[in-house]
Structures are given as C-alpha cells and as structure tokens.
C-alpha cells in the first residue's frame, strides 16, 4: 500500500497531554510519520497499514474529541483570536496602568 498523508482538524485538545493520548492512539494503529499539533487543532500522519480512516477518526473521538470536517467553517481567524484577548487584557489593565501613572487621585 502507497503512503498515504492525512490532515485531521481535532477540536477539544486543550494540553499536551491532549495530544499525548491521540499520539498514542495512532502509535497503536501502526501509523507512521505523526504530528499533533494541540494549539492549531491539527493531527497528521502517514499510513501505509490497511486501518480505514473512519476507525481512526471513531478512535479519536472515543478519546473525547471532535473530528471536523470542514476547520474553515469550524476555526476562526487567527487574528481575531488574538484581537479578542488583546481586547480582554486591555480591559483590566487599564485601570492598573491609570492607578499606577496617577497615585494620588
């Protein structure tokens, strides 16, 4: 059998120990090549065993996590995740910032 490249989307990995477990899980299954990515949601790996696709994304979702089909719809961009937690560390240190510039008032 030819080797054969997949990229998964995997929503829910919040650790390495996250990505540990799925790494394991597709250690097992005799896939080669493996790289999980917790922080971008990615899972990718070479197989050249007859294991069907569908027995590796059920394998990972008994784990816990979700498999999307489709991360355009799923994920959103980049810089708007980073635009919201830059908004949301503004909005409690601007007070700190202004009681520290201006400690008599």
């Known amino acids: 059998m ?9 929503t829910g990995m919040h650790c390495n120990n996250c990505a540990l477990s799925i790494h394991k899980l597709l250690e097992k299954k005799g896939l080669n090549n493996i790289l999980v990515d917790f ?3 990615e899972v990718k790996f070479s197989n050249t065993t007859d294991t069907a696709l569908a027995d590796i994304v059920k394998g990972i979702e008994q784990l816990g996590f979700k498999v999307v089909d489709d991360a355009a719809l799923y994920a959103p961009k980049f810089y708007e995740r980073v635009e919201t937690k830059f908004l949301f560390c503004a909005l409690f240190t601007a007070p700190s910032f202004y009681t520290w510039l201006h400690p008599g008032t």
């Open 39 to 41: 922080a971008g949601e």
């Open 2 to 10: 030819a080797e054969q490249l997949i990229e998964l989307n995997v």
